[in-house]
């Protein structure tokens, strides 16, 4: 079993560059299956989930070839409209083929999806949208099988702003009868990311990254190159790495206004942050000031930042509130956290932080992806050797990790 071994206390310090976001370049992958053309995505990082899902379209019977961050897909001649069970089963993002898959062929098999336990994660507004542009959706041993002969607009309304949900139905309604509007959509820079790339394979995609989206249905989607965006996940994962170990980093390639919260929150630490154009300098002082963190969907602060936020604020001075409200169990680092004598207590959603003067290394083990990010990020902070378990949890979603690391001075190295 792989772990990181890592000696803490060096301050992160040197340049790094953002690669594409994971978030975005998943439904886009998902979305090539509607076309029957080459469509090539530009930014796509090497990393187990976007593996995959060009192993699913594979399955599915497109030709893909991968030429670094380069990825060609031609989905003309697929032969299945069945997501194989244990490639569904490795990652929940494999739910996005459900819209593709159904908008083209009118139909689609799918098992229920899998990825990190960071709470119930039901996919009943996908399933619900899609009965309302006319699908028939059958749940049965786990299998979900959608049938139509044709999709139709509808108007849909979401209980919550959810992204996979907004995602899906927006693809699925690309090729419907008619127009199709979302309301209470989610507005991630992932959704517009989304929308562009449809919308420059024949689309019509609008108000994507506002509450209320409207796709008006065409007959068919041609080819198209798609770049898709800096991933603000590791790009604020990284200026929280550096921030905490009181280092600090010129972050390139970033998209800044992705980063409002975040950026605000470490202001408010003490941390200095500037910005120009797509660069991000970020300066650490020794001191840093608790504050409170509440998630919410974009442009809130991102339920995906929240552990490795914990993870800063456990020597912050003074006592932190961290309300987490998108997801219902994503506090799993909270006790590897503790282990490293992290002060936290958690009641339900809420988690009070009080600043303690220095984490100490331990042995430790990641469970989820972000959760897994923060105890590395700890394992900087922290006084002594800390090893972080459970590393393909943190693969699915970070790059090398700990080569962006290392090349910033950090002292970690794989086992
Ligand atoms: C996306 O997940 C991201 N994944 C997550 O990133 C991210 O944490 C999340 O959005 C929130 O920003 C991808 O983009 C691939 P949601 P998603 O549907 O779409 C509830 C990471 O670490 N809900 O917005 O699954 C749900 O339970 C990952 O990179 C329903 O109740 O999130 C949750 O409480 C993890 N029914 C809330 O909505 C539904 O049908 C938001 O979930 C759908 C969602």
Redesign the pocket.
């Known amino acids: 079993m792989e772990a990181f071994a890592i000696r803490g206390g060096q301050p992160l310090s040197g340049e790094t560059q953002v690669y594409g976001a994971?978030?975005a370049v998943?439904?886009v992958l998902a979305a090539t299956v509607m076309v029957e053309d080459t469509c090539v995505i530009e930014g796509v990082p090497d990393l187990e989930?976007v593996r995959v899902m060009l192993a699913i379209l594979e399955a599915l019977g497109a030709r893909v070839e991968r030429s670094g961050e380069t990825v060609q897909v031609d989905a003309r001649y697929l032969h299945s409209t069945q997501v194989p069970p244990e490639l569904m089963r490795r990652m929940?993002?494999s739910v996005?083929l459900m819209g593709p898959l159904l908008a083209r062929f009118g139909e689609v098999s799918v098992s229920k999806p899998g990825?990190?336990v960071?709470?119930?994660?039901?996919?009943?507004?996908?399933?619900r949208g899609m009965r309302a542009l006319g699908a028939a959706v059958e749940e049965k041993h786990g299998y979900i099988r959608c049938t139509a002969n044709r999709l139709y607009g509808t108007h849909l309304t979401l209980?919550?702003?959810?992204?996979?949900?907004t995602?899906n139905l927006i693809m699925a309604a690309v090729l419907a009868d008619g127009v199709t509007v979302i309301e209470n959509a989610?507005r991630?820079p992932?959704i517009t990311d989304l929308a562009d790339f449809l919308n420059r394979c024949g689309a019509r995609v609008e108000g994507a990254g506002e509450d209320q989206v409207r796709v008006t249905g065409v007959h068919h989607l041609h080819g198209a190159v798609h770049r898709v965006i800096p991933d603000r996940?590791v790009a604020g994962t990284m200026m929280i790495a550096a921030a905490a170990t009181r280092g600090r980093l010129v972050l390139r390639g970033a998209c800044p206004e992705h980063l409002g919260a975040l950026v605000n929150k470490l202001r408010e630490m003490g941390v200095r942050v500037e910005i120009s154009r797509d660069i991000i300098n970020l300066e650490s002082p020794g001191c840093l000031r608790a504050v409170d963190v509440r998630t919410a969907?974009?442009p809130g602060f991102?339920?995906?930042l929240q552990a490795p936020m914990m993870a800063l604020l456990t020597t912050a001075q003074g006592t932190s509130v961290v309300r987490e409200r998108?997801?219902?169990a994503r506090f799993k680092h909270v006790n590897e956290l503790a282990r490293m004598g992290a002060d936290i207590t958690v009641d339900w959603q809420t988690a009070v932080v009080r600043g303690v003067p220095r984490l100490t290394g331990a042995v430790v083990e990641a469970t989820?992806?972000?959760g897994g990010a923060a105890l590395v990020i700890a394992g900087l902070m922290a006084e002594g050797n800390t090893r972080v378990e459970g590393l393909h949890h943190i693969d699915r979603?970070y790059q090398q990790i700990d080569v962006y690391l290392r090349d910033l001075g950090a002292d970690i190295v794989r086992l």
């Open positions: 994971k978030n998943l439904p989930d929940r993002s996005f990825g990190c960071i709470g119930q994660r039901p996919i009943d507004f996908h399933l209980d919550f702003p959810s992204v996979g949900a995602e989610a991630e992932e996940i969907p974009y991102p339920t995906d998108v997801f219902e989820d992806l972000r979603g």
